[in-house]
């Protein structure tokens, strides 16, 4: 009876210390919001865009330092561009390795366009309403407001994610809670350029990223609010088009009705792409997907309905494609125009005919669809309107033999990774994130972003999640980028759920 009531005693203690250690960690968390604060300030403060490699060093040797200061053994890798940091903390018997993957870069910047404080001095805005405060970290006495947000370049895409997994190790740490595993991190410093070199790092040092799971940890939480596990990525390729007219700006008076122009040329190019619908026209644009399983349609009907306040959210009132939700629509390839380029407008415009147009396209890419071969699939198309693909800019003689003259070029691009949402380790997965959140999380078969995931799940072929923590409408990439605090609070427990999961 003594043996049998020990062991009820044990089962006890299993049953409640997940919810103790998330308790210690809420209330060490609650005690130190200032701290945490203070360090992702810090490290927003640093400037990240890509292209300046001093300014990555200095990011690289900070992480490493924040690392080392947690027990880690941390090393910067050189690469081809910013330099990735490679870290790795054991745990006393660990029962697994977990590898944790984030990216320290950000998007360019102009700072005219930013509302709130230049974009590397972070600020507090204490709401939306015309009576909203901006606070400096200075400024911030009292209790905190979850809603309040933190606006700065990477405040949510991807630095404050990095902080909410230190902070989880220090309420660990604090808390006598001891990591269930060995964790491994992986700090990119050119995700935003399309890594170039990850690649090649994960060939190369592959053994020591490697773990029985790795958790990219980037992109937006689902709208509803819900934590997001995602269980793939989206891979990427961006082209530009560039259609050239008369070998020199024209008079639109002189020369109007009589001399070609190239911007309308292209837009009539970029209208063909897509049907009224919104459907890619493009020939085989669709082919190679690979179909949804039952699971992964069962995961996404169980995600609540968001469009309708989506919309709400970002001032439309219809869908380009309505024929299905959108978090089908991550599961198929998708076509978008994001920039557009020829003569001049506003105060500076003139009454010309433009010498050439250009268009930059960004290409989604799903599961088993190469980037190569749906570049291949534009430049068809783009023929198929009559035009001639250059691969230079065009000549006299090209010009003299061809009424209408394209170029065509690929911008980087890698491919789409997918992971079973029926493997051991992704029931462990859930129900960690499940128990932390109190209740049901989002499962996303594919996040709707783009990541290097294909690297791991495909290349070092480990089983790769996503976890999302940041706000939806942090206006990554663009001016105003904010993170919403109460999700950097929910960050740090959901990390502290996944360190400590049985």
């Given at each position: 009876m003594k043996h049998f009531m020990m062991a009820c005693g044990?089962?006890?203690?299993?049953?409640?210390?997940?919810?103790?250690?998330?308790?210690q960690v809420r209330t060490w968390r609650t005690q130190h919001e200032m701290a945490i604060l203070r360090e992702l300030f810090d490290l927003l403060s640093l400037p990240n865009v890509a292209t300046n490699q001093g300014d990555m060093a200095r990011n690289a040797d900070a992480l490493t330092q924040m690392l080392a200061r947690r027990r880690f053994t941390a090393e910067i890798l050189p690469t081809s561009g910013s330099p990735v940091v490679l870290a790795e903390r054991r745990a006393p018997n660990a029962v697994r390795t977990l590898t944790f993957y984030f990216h320290y870069d950000g998007q360019p910047v102009d700072p005219r366009e930013w509302t709130h404080g230049p974009p590397f001095t972070p600020v507090v805005v204490t709401g939306p309403a015309a009576d909203a405060r901006t606070l400096t970290l200075a400024q911030l006495t009292g209790p905190i407001d979850g809603e309040w947000r933190i606006y700065g370049r990477s405040s949510s895409d991807d630095k404050s994610p990095i902080v909410a997994f230190l902070a989880a190790i220090d309420a660990l740490d604090a808390s006598a809670a001891p990591l269930t595993?060995?964790?491994?991190?992986?700090?990119?410093?050119d995700e935003e350029a399309g890594s170039p070199s990850l690649d090649a790092i994960v060939r190369a040092h592959g053994d020591r990223m490697r773990g029985d799971a790795l958790m990219m940890v980037d992109g937006p939480r689902h709208a509803s609010g819900r934590t997001t596990l995602n269980f793939g990525a989206?891979?990427?390729?961006?082209?530009?088009?560039t259609v050239y007219g008369a070998n020199r700006d024209l008079h639109s008076g002189n020369y109007g009705n009589w001399a070609p122009n190239p911007a309308l040329a292209l837009a009539r190019l970029l209208a063909s792409m897509k049907d009224e619908r919104g459907r890619v026209t493009i020939a085989g644009f669709y082919d190679d997907v690979v179909p949804l399983t039952a699971a992964e349609r069962r995961a996404i009907e169980e995600i609540p309905d968001v469009e309708p306040s989506l919309m709400r959210a970002f001032g439309f009132s219809r869908q380009e494609n309505a024929s299905q939700r959108l978090e089908l629509w991550h599961n198929q390839p998708a076509l978008n125009v994001n920039g557009l380029e020829s003569g001049t407008v506003g105060g500076q415009g003139r009454t010309i005919i433009p010498a050439d147009a250009s268009a930059r396209l960004d290409v989604r890419l799903v599961k088993a669809i190469d980037p190569a071969r749906q570049f291949e699939r534009i430049v068809a198309h783009v023929r198929a309107q009559g035009f001639f693909v250059a691969d230079a800019e065009p000549d006299a003689a090209m010009r003299a033999a061809h009424p209408w003259i394209a170029r065509v070029t690929r911008v980087g691009g890698y491919p789409a990774g997918r992971t079973s949402m029926d493997l051991p380790i992704a029931a462990s997965i859930v129900k960690a994130l499940s128990d932390a959140a109190a209740g049901p999380i989002v499962r996303l078969p594919t996040l709707g972003g783009s990541l290097p995931f294909y690297v791991f799940s495909d290349v070092l072929k480990v089983p790769t999640f996503g976890l999302s923590v940041v706000n939806f409408d942090n206006n990554q990439h663009g001016p105003n980028e904010n993170l919403r605090i109460e999700n950097l609070w929910g960050a740090v427990e959901s990390m502290a759920a996944l360190l400590t999961m049985p």
């Open positions: 044990v089962l006890v203690a299993l049953a409640v210390a997940p919810d103790s250690t998330l308790t595993s060995t964790v491994r991190v992986i700090l990119e410093g989206r891979g990427v390729m961006a082209a530009v088009i």
